[in-house]
């Protein structure tokens, strides 16, 4: 079965302080990564993709699956970037199952 | 368009009241998703659709029956409801196999008394 952890569930970083939400993974397969996000009162919406390589909103995202880890990072944190963030894993047979971590609240002090 | 369009936004119901919340997508995406939001915790899965069949179902109660009338539209139908389902119930939509993610929409926010 496939499983998301994210070990944080509060982080507070100071603005211009680089940021680092953990996210690990359990699949058996070649996994689909993502990271979505959920802004105060707004819908969540996707940040991240593994397949594409880029850069959201200076957030950046490698897959290691070595270490079965999917890190997003940011070298300076922003106001703006405070907000709830999920880690997902979408089955890659076809399935289109996507399954979330259990989040981690990011707040960024002024 | 690239929204996922989800009503109502707020329903209070009764629990034995019938209901129904409503999702609809116009890009032509051809899986469409329930997931349900408890506060303070991530979407859990319900429903799958894809190409308008039924291809998970998350071993919900039958108080919680999905329709796909076609592929732009998907229904949760609710019956007999209990205090404990109520929660933010979100409508997604994705293109199968293209990687790109799913959509999501806002949610409605349902309470049963």
């Known amino acids: 079965a496939q499983r998301v952890t994210q070990p944080e569930k509060l982080l507070s970083v100071f603005k211009g302080a680089p940021v680092e939400l953990k996210c690990n993974y359990s699949?058996?397969?070649?996994?689909?990564l993502f990271w979505y996000v959920q802004y105060s009162r707004q819908r969540l919406q996707l940040l991240l993709r593994?397949?594409s390589r880029e850069s959201i909103k200076g957030f950046t995202a490698d897959l290691n699956k070595g270490e079965t880890s999917f890190h997003l990072k940011k070298p300076f944190a922003q106001e703006e970037d405070s907000a709830m963030y999920y880690c997902?894993?979408?089955?890659?047979?076809?399935?289109?199952?996507?399954?979330f971590g259990t989040g981690t609240r990011l707040t960024i002090i002024p | 368009d690239t929204e996922v369009t989800q009503t109502p936004k707020h329903l209070v119901m009764g629990m034995t009241n019938k209901k129904s919340l409503k999702c609809e997508q116009h890009m032509g995406h051809r899986a469409m998703y329930w997931y349900k939001q408890k506060a303070k915790k991530p979407p859990e899965l319900m429903f799958v659709?894809?190409?308008?069949?039924?291809?998970i179902n998350e071993s919900v109660p039958s108080r919680f029956s999905p329709e796909c009338p076609n592929s732009s539209l998907l229904n949760l139908h609710l019956h007999a409801l209990q205090p404990e389902d109520s929660a933010l119930y979100l409508c997604?939509?994705?293109?199968?196999?293209?990687?790109?993610?799913?959509?999501f929409g806002s949610g409605t926010r349902l309470t049963v008394v």
């Open positions: 997902a894993l979408n089955d890659s047979f076809g399935n289109e199952k996507l399954t």
């Open positions: 997604a939509s994705s293109s199968p196999g293209t990687h790109y993610g799913y959509t």
């Open positions: 659709y894809s190409y308008e069949k039924l291809s």
């Open positions: 593994h397949i």
């Open positions: 699949y058996s397969g070649s996994p689909e």
